[in-house]
């Protein structure tokens, strides 16, 4: 492919090293176009349709027939008056809080173990990292035996003597919602663990000599010497789980396919059953603007939140 | 913080106990993998006789090669075209300080956050008036755009950082834009070219959703979507199921761990940009 020349040419004027005639400070500025390739599949894979969705949302369209009508808000008030929805909302919070704060946390701790001295820590960060590899239907079909009446769960739990633990734990409504979060956080924990150690990493030695020398206690020296420093990895963590834990799709389709009954639909698997089993095209992408503005409302509080804390920390 | 101490080695066992938690299903999978159905004990029991029939017979029954070929095609295609346009694009980004390079950026951006369920539904009508619905080049088509705002985010990052020394240079000795980019900044990016290559091509690979709505009740499959049907159909049978799981899991982590270095150093440069 060629691509030629547009009408703007490198400038001339300014060079850094020919100070001679200041032209403002401008700079040669690579051309806007090299931009288009990526705007023009962005445009057509995530932008119109998304905006064509948010049209959709407003009618009663079946996502066959030619002919729908604009109902105006009726999607919406359907939708806060259907339990199955208002459930599937809850459970998609639920869900994505827990998985956030339990997988940060464990991720968080294993980051610390393997960023000190201990001899296996090379082989451990690659290891606890795999299961993010893996594909996540396949960890939830895993997990579905895993986690059977019958399955290794159970099992190892009989062998140490706790028989009155084990449960259907995905077949009790009551704990398979946290099923699906245990194995999300099982998937991901090393993700965030990563994430942390190359915050961890960029801890200056000298701080915790320093704070070594004073005499602080390990948690004190987290606290004050590289909680701050951590900023940017909790927001890139935070920000991560939260969305990837409100869009959640995969893993609760393989793993419970939204049961039993509604137990662990999400918004994400109302969307699919709504418009693929039940044909209504329109209020299921209604379902989809309200994860929108979920995702919207989250990111953005998220992220106003641990910027400020970014800025104090730094 | 320096020497190796008796609390240092409680540290270690504490951190080995946890990964061997963690590995605990995997396991499970590989015993159960290589069990013969008929060998009804306690899956946490190591398998007494192991036997590759399961595997043989997942292969033949749940038509996992021409799932694996599927899969190859659409994570390679559509990553190659990723992160060309996402490189190319985030030059002019990372650079210009026009206004529009601002407002573009932020337009991508935007992308991070709209949830795909919103595109998803329409995207699927679109693709039916082209044809396109029941072929692997749709899930190219998808990706391509899909996980450009993600890819640009990272390159941007990356270029940011990079001194601006190199291209002025070239620029100044009559260099084209394209060429300076091409020769100059593109051999620059190869650390994050890196990342962003193993973490598009597991996102592509793994993904789903997608091809479930865009391929379904076609003979054209990707590796999700045929164990989802193998699931279905094998329901009960889980050593052979389990068979199949492994299979699908092999190239992608055979992929990890020869570039594991690089993507978890990869995440550190990502985070000082």
Known sequence: ?314 | MNRYRWRTFGLEVVMVVAAAVIAFPVYVLVNLAVRAPSDTSSPIRPTTSPTLANFTQAWREGGLGGALVNSAIVTAVSVVIVLAVSALAAYPLARATARWSRGMFLLIMLGLVLPFQLAALPLYQTMRDLGLLGSVWALVLFYSGLQVPFTTFLYTGFIRALPQDFEDAALIDGCRPWDAFRHVVFPMLKPVTVTALVLNAIAVWNDFFTPLLYLSGSSQQTVPVALAGFVGQFVADWNLIFAALVISIVPILLLYFALQRSIINGFAGGLKG
Do not use: C
């Open chain 1, 1 to 314: 492919m060629t691509i030629t020349p547009t009408g703007h040419p490198v400038s001339t004027g300014d060079r850094r090293s020919v100070p001679l005639i200041s032209t403002g400070g401008r700079r040669s500025a690579p051309p806007w176009w090299f931009a288009a390739p990526a705007l023009v599949l962005f445009a057509f894979v995530v932008l119109v349709p998304s905006a064509r969705g948010l049209y959709y949302a407003f009618t009663d369209w079946d996502g066959l027939s030619p002919d729908f009508a604009v109902v105006g808000l009726d999607n919406f008030v359907g939708i806060t008056r259907d339990p199955d929805a208002r459930q599937a909302i809850w459970h998609t919070l639920v869900i994505a809080v827990s998985i956030t704060i339990i997988q940060n946390g464990i991720g968080l701790l294993l980051a610390l173990g393997v960023n000190t001295v201990i001899k296996s820590r090379n082989v451990l960060r690659v290891f606890l990292f795999a299961p993010a590899v893996v594909t996540p239907i396949v960890t939830a079909y895993l997990w579905r035996n895993l986690l059977g009446p019958d399955g290794a769960v159970n099992s190892l739990l009989g062998a140490v003597g706790l028989d009155s633990w084990r449960q259907d734990w995905l077949g009790d409504p009551q704990l398979a919602l946290w099923a699906v979060v245990a194995v999300v956080v099982w998937q991901f924990a090393g993700y965030s663990m990563v994430i942390f150690l190359a915050g961890l990493q960029s801890v200056p030695k000298e701080l915790y000599e320093a704070a070594a020398i004073d005499g602080t206690g390990p948690v004190q020296r987290f606290w004050s010497v590289v909680r701050p420093q951590l900023a940017p990895a909790f927001t890139i963590n935070l920000m991560l789980s939260i969305i990837g834990g409100i869009k959640l799709f995969d893993q609760v389709y393989a793993l419970t396919g939204g049961g039993p009954g509604h137990a662990t639909d999400t918004i994400s698997t109302l969307i699919y059953k709504d418009a693929f089993t039940l044909g209504e095209f329109g209020y299921s992408i209604a379902l989809a603007v309200v994860l929108t503005i979920i995702v919207a409302i989250a990111s953005t509080g998220q992220y106003t939140v641990l910027a400020r804390n970014e800025r104090a920390a730094s």
